[in-house]
């Protein structure tokens, strides 16, 4: 080799590791929006996601060993927001362009967003990730697939269940000889239950929210028609509360209040306290509060220590079924649009499909076909006893736009039927009235 091309040589594997050594020092910072809670105090160092307790516990656990572990040089910085107003808060910031890279989204508003042309499709870029959407469980798939194509990445299916108190049930002469608590097999055997319950324990059979809380109504409301084979929405454009099967449902559920079995004066944080602390026997709320009531239920001073037991919502009509839903993971307009952003943004994605089965210990159901097929998941708590709502889950259509404002519209009307003896049939009249109006309004 001649010295010249030798010199050449040597400049070139000089820039080769000059260009290595800039490209291993490259950085990328993504943003990444959601709810579940801030938990930093306990969480904030915590870089191994099977540590992890609980929803916030575990995703924040997640993002920190995500950042913690890849090799290219990528940082997420987490931005938390409350629950409630979280879609008005995502909207605001679309419309001012601070768009985050990855952000969390419920499976049952994502219609809404992709109509609005507010969401990329990802089928594509899933494609390049190495994330296989034939990976996804059926009710996974269908709660992000619009038209054809997939908007977003299902990370769990959740569902309304019943989290029991055995020990005050078997007060109640409610639980058989297996231990498991007998569970009511129509509406008037519930009701029959909840009486006796009551004479027996002098508290109510139910603990749920009954004030600020829209969503616990609509989707008890959800459940109980869908297991009368009913359509609360007969089309995209309109609700149907004077069914025989909606009239049944708000009966069931003003009777069950009237007579005192629903403690009275509940929000949320304070329903699911009142089941801990032993002064109702069963509280309604999603797949969610498994984790955080199994390590409450595991101290030795819990009024519900050796009795916590979880079913799906109970069958009271004509077949099971329960409401259900979905967090996914999308990426909006104007999000990750830097090429080195939206690889990193997947590569996030992927790691969170990847860990499905840690984001599962919160009680939530996998949407990773292999997750869900694995002895370590069935092997969890209760799982094979709730693994049916990926079969029974009924969530209202995608195609029903603005599910949030119809929600807050039909739960306000359900609690002023419960709070201020607000007649069935006015609570009917308006309910309609003013969900049909806002359905009328989107373009």
């Not at 909207?91 to 508003?109: I, K, L, Q, T, Y």
């Not at 507010?118 to 190495?130: Q, R």
């Not at 709070?419 to 989107?442: C, F, H, M, Y």
Request: neutral net charge; charged residues 25%; hydrophobic residues 40%.
């Amino acid at each position: 080799m001649s010295l010249n091309r030798l010199a050449r040589a040597l400049v070139a594997l000089a820039l080769g590791v000059a260009m290595n050594a800039a490209q291993a020092q490259q950085k990328t910072e993504i943003t990444f929006a959601r709810f579940f809670g801030a938990c930093e105090a306990d969480y904030g160092k915590v870089n191994e996601a099977s540590k992890g307790h609980g929803e916030c516990g575990i995703i924040t656990a997640m993002i920190n060993e995500f950042n913690a572990t890849n090799k290219d040089g990528i940082t997420v910085q987490t931005q938390i927001i409350e629950w409630g107003p979280y879609y008005d808060q995502i909207s605001a910031r679309m419309a001012s362009g601070d768009v985050p890279d990855v952000s969390v989204m419920h499976e049952s508003v994502l219609g809404d967003f992709v109509a609005r042309g507010l969401v990329d499709p990802l089928d594509e870029d899933f494609k390049k990730a190495g994330i296989d959407v034939n990976q996804f469980t059926d009710h996974g798939r269908h709660g992000v697939t619009v038209k054809g194509k997939v908007y977003a990445l299902p990370f769990d299916t959740h569902a309304w269940l019943w989290h029991m108190n055995a020990n005050l049930f078997k007060k109640a002469g409610l639980v058989g000889a297996d231990g498991k608590i007998t569970l009511p097999k129509d509406a008037d055997d519930l009701l029959a239950q909840a009486r006796k319950f009551k004479q027996a324990t002098g508290k109510p059979y139910f603990a749920w929210p009954t004030v600020n809380e829209t969503a616990s109504p609509l989707r008890t409301l959800v459940t109980l028609i869908q297991q009368q084979n009913g359509k609360l929405f007969p089309t995209d454009r309109t609700i149907d509360l004077h069914s025989k099967e909606a009239q049944a449902a708000l009966k069931l559920m003003d009777t069950l209040y009237k007579e005192g079995h629903i403690k009275p004066n509940l929000d949320y944080g304070a329903a699911n306290q009142a089941f801990l602390t032993g002064e109702a026997g069963c509280v309604v709320v999603g797949t969610w509060t498994i984790d955080d009531f199994i390590a409450s239920s595991d101290k030795a001073d819990s009024p519900v220590h050796g009795g916590y037991q979880v079913y799906p919502f109970a069958k009271l009509y004509a077949k099971k079924a329960a409401w259900a839903d979905g967090h996914s993971w999308v990426i909006f307009k104007g999000g990750a649009t830097d090429p080195a952003k939206r690889k990193a943004a997947l590569k996030l994605m992927k790691f969170l499909f990847d860990r499905d089965g840690e984001w599962a210990r919160t009680g939530h159901l996998p949407t990773n076909k292999k997750v869900i097929d694995s002895a370590e998941f069935r092997a969890l708590p209760f799982r094979p006893a709730i693994l049916e709502i990926t079969q029974t889950g009924a969530a209202i259509p995608l195609t029903v736009p603005r599910q949030r404002g119809l929600q807050d519209i039909v739960g306000e009307e359900i609690e002023n039927m419960w709070l201020t003896n607000k007649p069935l049939e006015q609570v009917v009249k308006d309910g309609e009235a003013r969900t049909n109006k806002l359905l009328a309004s989107v373009k």
